[in-house]
């Protein structure tokens, strides 16, 4: 089964509609469908809702960072236990990726724990650590030009990047769309630009103080590596990922984040804001029952490998956190049950999600980045001209690099 494109939710799906792929799981055993909620972003019609609180997703991003280390440091020059460094980097990418988008995602929107400057001291640290685009920085762009009437034009950081950094242009056809996004993934310019740029924002307009701080916490980190002698380690196990993979992960990520308006009059309000973005979810149908013999068994074969292999990396890689209910996300940005966002979500649906328009999904990452790259090919020349945008400077766009 290939990618599904953009679609009404299929929980509010008409009978004889097409099948909502989450409910076709409800075949297997229970134990695992907290573990399929999580991985597709979608519950099963009536599954009781977790209760889980911003501390958790906390130390569900911390933890894996700490795993994928470890088992990084057990495996480098370990011969073909090296087979192991994807694993590692998967982990520790993700933990990395979950912070940033997630927790410090939050943050700046003083929703996090709901402690202003709890939330700044908290978003300040990990962008510290992790070396990140600076906090204040990245707080100042993102709630007053991705929130906001700004909202994919081209003052928006994703707009900017995806053309005037990717060079993605309207009336591309999607195949030369990937190719620019793939250039942009393994372009060693962009990312070492990418990396200064991180680096330069903590650097730039900062407190004096703040400059100390990061140069002590950079230097000592680089003093430890040279008096353990672990040059190897530290490169491999953990700037590889920090740097390089996440980079790559952003990427992908803004290239499937939100649609492009369609031509005509440019409108405002709720529907716009809704129709910019959708939920992306992770699997597809499981076999139907009217499959059997040997063929059933090839079926499900394929499905486990596709869910495991297909999914299951595009999941912790791409879409970490709460990144598949992010259109939930637009219409509440401060929703008090963020850390349910899944289950907040369905909620929504179920109560007829009064004063927006219905919510919109699509399956997969590859159908993901289609609806990006369709709509965009298709966008008005005339509202996305780069020829209009003269103000922004390349460390400017490569923060939007950030989300």
Known sequence: MRDQELRPDASTATPGGAPDPRETMRVLPGFLQPAL????????GGQRPWQLTPLHHLWASVLPIVAGIALGAAVVGAGWWMLLLPASWLLTTHGIRKLRVMIVHQCSHANFLRRKQIDTAIGSAIALLLVTQEYGEYKSEHVSDHHSSNHMTLKDPTVQFLMLVLGMRVGMTRR??????????????LQAKATYSRIASHLRGTAAWYRALFLALVGGQLMVVIALGIWVEYLVVWVFPLVFLFNAAATIRLSSRHIFPARGPVCKGRATVAGYTHGVFFGEAAPGPDVSGVRRVLSWSRWWRRMLFVHLPARLFVFVGDGPCHDYHHRFPRSRDWANYIFARHRDIAAGHPGWPPYTEVWGLVAAINAVFTTLSAADRQLYDVSQVTSVSQQELLSAFEE
């Open 176 to 189: 030369q769309l990937w190719r620019r996004m793939l250039a942009g993934v393994f372009s060693p310019r």
């Open 37 to 44: 909620t999580w991985l597709t972003g979608k519950p099963l």
